[in-house]
């Protein structure tokens, strides 16, 4: 008897399947006609679905105040009609973004945050850490310089004059110079052209590519926290002087030859400057024949690949070591 009343809704399904077609009933009005149908022949009642009214709704979109830099809104869901009558339950969903750290080497020049408080620890009160004053940094600066190395710029003709230099040219030179000789006037006019094109050309583009890096470089502001009147602000790395607390995070590029004073163990990476591929530990024991200090020593362009803490400005500009390797190397190329 039960795999009857089983197979009697499959076969009036199957049955009215025509007629619904016929009359253009969808797949819905068929299953819910199959329901219709099965529970009058198990004597069963279908169970009414949920009315709209009972659904939960949205009821309202509030804005959270900002907190930092972005917040999203809330969404308030209700539910009405509730069974024992009480306030609807109010659900609240909120994302918060964090707060901008304003603690970056490199940053465009409208969000580099120059005099503004920097949010990183001001570090102990000990005489080592109580940095300089506006009037002492002013004082060093006028002393020693920006911290900075000089860029040798070459006049225009100077980079005309240098598309002459070189294998292919010197080679359509020479072709040039041959067809003057033998008396071939049309072979020299069309060499010395193409001498000349391929010169003008090289120098347009050498001269774009000079701009686009000047105009890249007036774009971004290197910064670093500095300790200014014992307060930690966001200042631009060419104005460190010797003396400067400063705070340095994984990421940062070392900006001036400092020494690490308090904070975190440090992995910096010296690739760049002495090719070493192993990150060293600041700070560890002086080894032999090193210096007092040598195992605190952060050397400029140099990055900090794990670890934070408060450095000490020793030397800036061309003092630094790689300032002074830069030195060498314009004295070797005639810059100087």
Not at 190 to 200: Q, S
Not at 318 to 335: D, L, P, R
């Amino acid at each position: 008897v039960l795999l009857e009343q089983q197979r009697l809704p499959r076969l009036r399904e199957v049955e009215l399947l025509p007629l619904l077609r016929l009359h253009g009933g969808s797949r819905c009005a068929m299953a819910s006609h199959g329901e219709s149908t099965t529970s009058k022949l198990t004597g069963s009642t279908a169970t009414p679905r949920p009315s709209a009214a009972s659904r939960p709704s949205i009821s309202s979109v509030t804005p959270r105040p900002s907190l930092g830099a972005s917040s999203a809104p809330l969404l308030a869901a209700t539910a009405e009609g509730g069974p024992d009558g009480a306030a609807p339950e109010l659900t609240t969903v909120s994302v918060q973004a964090g707060l901008h750290q304003r603690s970056a080497n490199l940053a465009p020049s409208d969000e580099s945050f120059v005099g503004e408080t920097a949010e990183v620890p001001g570090g102990s009160s000990d005489d080592h850490m109580a940095g300089l004053s506006s009037a002492e940094a002013e004082r060093l600066l006028q002393e020693v310089g920006r911290n900075e190395i000089p860029e040798k710029v070459e006049p225009c003709y100077v980079m005309l004059l240098k598309q002459f230099l070189g294998m292919m040219p010197f080679m359509l030179e020479i072709a040039a110079v041959l067809s003057a000789v033998i008396g071939d006037w049309a072979d020299f006019a069309v060499i010395t052209l193409m001498l000349v094109v391929n010169a003008l050309i090289g120098f347009r583009e050498e001269h774009k590519a000079r701009q686009s890096l000047d105009a890249l470089k007036a774009q971004m502001t290197a910064t670093v926290p500095t300790k200014r009147n014992g307060t930690m602000v966001i200042l631009p790395v060419a104005e460190l002087v010797p003396g400067d607390v400063i705070f340095l995070r994984g990421g940062n590029v070392v900006p001036a030859d400092s020494e690490w004073v308090e904070g975190d163990p440090m992995l910096v990476d010296t690739a760049a400057l002495t090719g070493e591929p192993i990150p060293r530990k600041v700070p560890r024991p002086d080894q032999d024949g090193e210096a007092d200090g040598a195992g605190r020593q952060l050397l400029s362009g140099c990055i900090i690949k794990q670890g934070e803490g408060h450095c000490l400005v020793k030397h800036t500009g061309m003092n630094t070591e790689i300032g002074q390797a830069a030195g060498m190397v314009q004295e070797a190329s005639g810059h100087s």
